[in-house]
């Protein structure tokens, strides 16, 4: 037996954060396969307060405890910003953008599918890259205040909620620089340049050039 002192990195701050459109299926549903082309990237984070709204669930038998079964259901984020495309809002939000530049919002609607990347920086240079690949737009703040006579941030926060993309529940995917496993030679432009779901898409953008 014996003891070993690790000494993990503090969080230092949060890096930029992506998002990627999903393709829906004939049916309108999600397709865990098919992303649009173009990676939207924005450095306008504030903060990105994470929420796993988990619940467990214990298993008796024959008397007593035999099993808890923890079970993930979706996370939910609150990201605080400085800005936020407004186009790409009112696409996340289903709102109706008419070709005379007369938008329309606040219809029941089926809101879009997309992937969310975000940026976890270290004290020492460690990060984590995360895509969450089944997202929906859950809510949206728009407030605004009068001006003052010094200029003042007036941010708003997005909240977005994953879900499962894949049989097994799985919500998030994601590499940690402090992990045995990182991949030499990963990048953060390689690793958001599209939504990463499996080991083999991790390794087609790691792999050396031949």
Do not use: H
């Not at 990201?79 to 530049?101: C, Q, S, W």
């Not at 200029?151 to 926060?157: G, L, R």
């Not at 049989?167 to 402090?178: I, L, P, W």
């Amino acid at each position: 037996m014996s003891i070993v002192t690790k000494k993990p990195m503090v969080k230092e701050t949060v890096g930029g954060m992506y998002y990627d459109f999903n393709t829906p299926t004939e049916n309108g549903e999600f397709d865990p396969t098919s992303y649009e082309e173009e990676v939207v990237k924005c450095n306008t984070v504030k903060n990105i307060g994470t929420t796993e709204n988990a619940e467990s669930v214990v298993v008796r038998a024959s008397g007593e405890d035999y099993e808890t079964v923890n079970q993930n259901s979706y996370i939910d984020m609150a990201i605080e910003t400085v800005a936020f495309p407004p186009e790409d809002l009112a696409r996340m939000r289903a709102d109706k953008i008419g070709t005379t530049g007369l938008n329309r919002s606040g219809r029941t609607s089926r809101r879009p599918f997309f992937a969310f990347g975000k940026v976890k920086k270290m004290v020492g240079g460690g990060q984590e890259f995360a895509w969450y690949p089944k997202c929906q737009l859950i809510e949206n703040t728009d407030d605004i205040a009068t001006r003052e006579e010094s200029f003042s941030e007036q941010n708003d926060t997005i909240t977005i909620r994953a879900y499962s993309y894949n049989n097994e529940g799985d919500k998030k995917t994601y590499v940690d620089s402090q992990m045995s496993n990182y991949p030499e030679g990963l990048t953060e432009d390689k690793f958001f340049a599209k939504p990463i779901l499996t080991d083999e898409e991790l390794d087609e953008i790691v792999a050396p050039e031949v």
